[in-house]
T-cell receptor, first 114, second 114 residues
């Protein structure tokens, strides 16, 4: 059971370039999340989805877009990368209905924007 | 809105000493509370959670946390730490009536000295 898989694991972008981070989960979870992790700031929620075809903004959505065309995939896009988006990005998923359900995390994507 | 405060960004302790990692939350409604652990270069893993019932919850590796509603706290403790406990620990909160958001604290880095 793979759980939550993120690709790529590392990426270096130039300012202004675009890219898409892919998150895939094989646990049939309804909820999926994208977080960014920065030193001293913990995890901050970028966008999340409560089901296929739905997305919603989190705490820090500016500069990012997301799509959930298939239940198992949650894509995070950067249309025009900025140095402030240098971070480690984590995808997570959880089961439907219960806020107490455990969130399962991917291994992270380390993104550097130069 | 919910929020989580972890007062200590770093906690150094000697091996076999006791440790307490502090977590306070802010919420106008009832909450679910979690502790997650992140080992170096890995994603987050659930350590323990409080949903309801007994206010003292335990993990399989000797950690425990106590939900204190009057003090809005959920501190994590271990009576005797091991080198293998070196990691970053995140406190998190979610709203039982809204499964979609899990809010994380800024994290506490636990370093164990031999």
């Amino acid at each position: 059971n793979a759980g939550v898989t993120q690709t790529p694991k590392f990426r270096v972008l130039k300012t202004g370039q675009s890219m898409t981070l892919l998150c895939a989960q094989d646990m049939n979870h309804e909820y999926m999340y994208w977080y960014r992790q920065d030193p001293g700031m913990g995890l901050r929620l970028i966008h999340y989805s409560v089901g296929e075809g739905t997305t919603a903004k989190g705490e820090v959505p500016d500069g990012y877009n997301v799509s959930r065309l298939k239940k198992q995939n949650f894509l995070l896009g950067l249309e025009s990368a900025a140095p402030s988006q240098t971070s480690v990005y984590f995808c997570a998923s959880s089961d439907i209905g219960q806020g107490g359900t455990e969130a399962f995390f991917g291994q992270g994507t380390r993104l550097t924007v130069v | 809105a919910q929020s989580v405060t972890q007062l200590d960004s770093q906690v150094p302790v000697f091996e076999e000493a006791p440790v307490e990692l502090r977590c306070n939350y802010s919420s106008s409604v009832s909450v679910y509370l979690f502790w997650y652990v992140q080992y170096p270069n890995q994603g987050l893993q659930l350590l323990l959670k409080y949903l309801s019932g007994s206010t003292l919850v335990e993990s399989i590796n000797g950690f425990e946390a106590e939900f204190n509603k009057s003090q809005t706290s959920f501190h994590l403790r271990k009576p005797s730490v091991h080198i293998s406990d070196t990691a970053e620990y995140f406190c998190a909160v979610s709203d039982p009536s809204s499964a979609s958001k899990i809010i994380f604290g800024s994290g506490t880095r636990l370093s164990i000295r031999p």
